[in-house]
Protein backbone atom coordinates (compact mmCIF):
# COMPACT_ATOMS: atom_id res chain seq x y z
CA UNK A 1 0.00 0.00 0.00
CA UNK A 2 1.41 3.38 -1.07
CA UNK A 3 2.35 6.12 1.15
CA UNK A 4 -0.44 8.55 -0.42
CA UNK A 5 -3.18 5.17 -0.34
CA UNK A 6 -2.31 5.37 3.40
CA UNK A 7 -2.36 9.09 4.41
CA UNK A 8 -6.02 9.14 2.23
CA UNK A 9 -7.36 6.10 4.53
CA UNK A 10 -6.48 8.06 7.84
CA UNK A 11 -7.51 11.13 6.31
CA UNK A 12 -10.86 9.98 5.32
CA UNK A 13 -11.72 8.24 9.14
CA UNK A 14 -10.36 11.30 10.64
CA UNK A 15 -12.07 13.55 8.59
CA UNK A 16 -15.12 11.48 7.65
CA UNK A 17 -15.96 9.93 11.06
CA UNK A 18 -16.80 13.09 13.18
CA UNK A 19 -19.82 14.42 10.84
CA UNK A 20 -21.36 11.39 12.14
CA UNK A 21 -21.50 13.17 14.95
CA UNK A 22 -24.18 15.17 14.08
CA UNK A 23 -26.98 12.20 13.66
CA UNK A 24 -25.23 11.05 16.94
CA UNK A 25 -23.91 13.16 19.48
CA UNK A 26 -22.99 10.69 21.88
CA UNK A 27 -21.91 7.12 20.19
CA UNK A 28 -20.05 8.86 17.40
CA UNK A 29 -18.10 11.17 19.97
CA UNK A 30 -17.08 7.57 20.91
CA UNK A 31 -16.09 6.66 17.74
CA UNK A 32 -14.12 9.97 16.89
CA UNK A 33 -12.08 8.49 20.01
CA UNK A 34 -11.43 5.19 18.20
CA UNK A 35 -10.52 7.25 14.79
CA UNK A 36 -7.83 8.93 17.10
CA UNK A 37 -6.01 5.50 17.90
CA UNK A 38 -6.84 4.34 13.92
CA UNK A 39 -3.91 6.60 12.52
CA UNK A 40 -1.04 4.99 14.77
CA UNK A 41 -2.12 1.72 13.89
CA UNK A 42 -2.98 1.37 10.73
CA UNK A 43 0.49 2.91 9.92
CA UNK A 44 2.24 0.37 12.01
CA UNK A 45 0.11 -2.75 10.92
CA UNK A 46 0.87 -1.13 6.77
CA UNK A 47 4.67 -0.61 7.99
CA UNK A 48 4.38 2.90 6.17
CA UNK A 49 4.56 6.16 8.31
CA UNK A 50 3.13 9.15 5.63
CA UNK A 51 2.45 11.14 8.78
CA UNK A 52 6.40 10.54 9.76
CA UNK A 53 7.78 13.97 11.35
CA UNK A 54 4.25 15.32 11.08
CA UNK A 55 2.53 13.20 13.00
CA UNK A 56 1.59 15.65 16.05
CA UNK A 57 0.49 18.78 13.81
CA UNK A 58 -1.80 16.56 11.51
CA UNK A 59 -3.50 14.96 14.49
CA UNK A 60 -4.02 17.97 16.45
CA UNK A 61 -5.80 19.29 13.49
CA UNK A 62 -8.22 16.53 13.48
CA UNK A 63 -8.30 16.76 16.99
CA UNK A 64 -9.55 20.31 16.99
CA UNK A 65 -11.84 19.42 13.78
CA UNK A 66 -14.15 16.97 15.68
CA UNK A 67 -13.78 18.74 18.81
CA UNK A 68 -15.09 21.80 17.02
CA UNK A 69 -17.65 20.56 15.57
CA UNK A 70 -18.77 18.18 19.40
CA UNK A 71 -18.46 22.32 20.28
CA UNK A 72 -20.99 23.22 17.56
CA UNK A 73 -23.87 20.89 18.77
CA UNK A 74 -22.11 22.18 22.98
CA UNK A 75 -23.72 25.21 21.50
CA UNK A 76 -26.97 24.28 20.70
CA UNK A 77 -27.52 22.49 24.19
CA UNK A 78 -30.49 24.42 26.27
CA UNK A 79 -28.70 24.05 29.51
CA UNK A 80 -26.82 27.74 29.79
CA UNK A 81 -24.63 25.79 32.80
CA UNK A 82 -23.27 22.61 30.47
CA UNK A 83 -23.33 24.72 27.45
CA UNK A 84 -20.98 27.70 28.31
CA UNK A 85 -18.57 25.03 30.45
CA UNK A 86 -18.26 23.16 27.22
CA UNK A 87 -17.42 26.35 25.14
CA UNK A 88 -14.97 27.48 28.03
CA UNK A 89 -13.27 24.27 28.09
CA UNK A 90 -13.24 23.92 24.33
CA UNK A 91 -11.82 27.46 24.25
CA UNK A 92 -8.98 26.69 26.47
CA UNK A 93 -8.11 23.60 24.60
CA UNK A 94 -8.25 25.74 21.42
CA UNK A 95 -5.82 28.12 22.82
CA UNK A 96 -2.97 25.59 24.70
CA UNK A 97 -2.96 24.49 20.22
CA UNK A 98 -2.40 27.37 19.22
CA UNK A 99 -0.36 28.01 21.81
CA UNK A 100 1.98 24.97 21.30
CA UNK A 101 1.88 25.49 17.68
CA UNK A 102 3.10 28.83 18.34
CA UNK A 103 6.21 27.65 20.90
CA UNK A 104 6.62 23.85 20.56
CA UNK A 105 6.32 23.82 24.05
CA UNK A 106 3.80 20.56 25.19
CA UNK A 107 3.61 21.14 28.73
CA UNK A 108 1.04 23.56 27.22
CA UNK A 109 -1.21 21.30 26.96
CA UNK A 110 -1.22 20.24 30.74
CA UNK A 111 -1.18 23.64 32.08
CA UNK A 112 -3.32 25.64 29.90
CA UNK A 113 -5.87 23.18 27.93
CA UNK A 114 -6.02 20.00 29.30
CA UNK A 115 -8.73 18.41 26.93
CA UNK A 116 -11.27 17.94 30.03
CA UNK A 117 -13.93 19.22 27.17
CA UNK A 118 -13.91 16.25 24.90
CA UNK A 119 -15.09 14.47 28.87
CA UNK A 120 -17.43 16.85 29.66
CA UNK A 121 -18.73 16.51 26.41
CA UNK A 122 -19.41 12.52 26.02
CA UNK A 123 -20.81 12.99 29.72
CA UNK A 124 -23.65 15.79 28.86
CA UNK A 125 -24.03 14.53 25.23
CA UNK A 126 -24.53 10.19 27.42
CA UNK A 127 -26.63 11.92 29.98
CA UNK A 128 -28.81 13.59 27.20
CA UNK A 129 -29.21 10.55 25.26
CA UNK A 130 -30.45 8.89 28.28
CA UNK A 131 -32.56 11.44 28.98
CA UNK A 132 -33.27 14.62 26.47
CA UNK A 133 -34.38 16.74 29.47
CA UNK A 134 -31.04 16.08 31.61
CA UNK A 135 -29.78 19.76 33.17
CA UNK A 136 -27.28 20.70 35.72
CA UNK A 137 -28.73 21.39 38.75
CA UNK A 138 -26.43 22.80 40.99
CA UNK A 139 -22.59 24.48 40.64
CA UNK A 140 -22.05 21.92 43.48
CA UNK A 141 -23.28 19.06 40.39
CA UNK A 142 -20.87 20.97 37.61
CA UNK A 143 -18.17 20.70 40.44
CA UNK A 144 -18.64 17.33 40.60
CA UNK A 145 -19.27 16.17 36.87
CA UNK A 146 -15.85 18.20 36.30
CA UNK A 147 -13.86 16.53 38.87
CA UNK A 148 -15.29 13.36 37.69
CA UNK A 149 -14.92 13.79 34.10
CA UNK A 150 -11.54 16.13 34.44
CA UNK A 151 -9.55 14.54 36.35
CA UNK A 152 -8.20 11.37 34.71
CA UNK A 153 -8.03 13.26 31.54
CA UNK A 154 -5.83 16.06 33.54
CA UNK A 155 -3.65 13.31 34.55
CA UNK A 156 -3.30 12.06 30.83
CA UNK A 157 -2.87 15.34 29.71
CA UNK A 158 0.28 15.57 32.28
CA UNK A 159 1.83 12.10 31.70
CA UNK A 160 1.73 12.52 28.08
CA UNK A 161 2.58 16.18 27.49
CA UNK A 162 4.47 17.76 30.54
CA UNK A 163 6.22 13.93 31.59
CA UNK A 164 6.19 13.40 27.91
CA UNK A 165 5.59 9.65 28.28
CA UNK A 166 3.32 7.28 27.41
CA UNK A 167 0.36 7.08 29.43
CA UNK A 168 -0.03 3.11 29.37
CA UNK A 169 4.23 2.81 30.36
CA UNK A 170 3.75 5.47 33.21
CA UNK A 171 0.40 3.75 34.87
CA UNK A 172 2.32 0.02 34.45
CA UNK A 173 5.29 1.34 36.29
CA UNK A 174 4.20 4.77 38.44
CA UNK A 175 1.10 3.21 39.54
CA UNK A 176 0.89 -0.61 38.98
CA UNK A 177 4.60 -0.44 39.77
CA UNK A 178 5.13 -2.98 36.77
CA UNK A 179 9.04 -3.29 36.02
Request: proline share 4%; with cysteine; hydrophobic share 60%.
Amino acid sequence: MPEVAVFALIAAVRLGVPLAIFRWPFWAALACIAADGFDSIIQDAVGIHPLEGHYHNFDKAFDIYYLAIEATLAWRWRDAWARATALSLFGLRLLAVALFELTNERWLFFAVGPNVFENFYLFIAGMLTIDAAYRIRSPGQLAAILLFVGAPKVFQEYVMHYREASTWNFVKENVLLWR
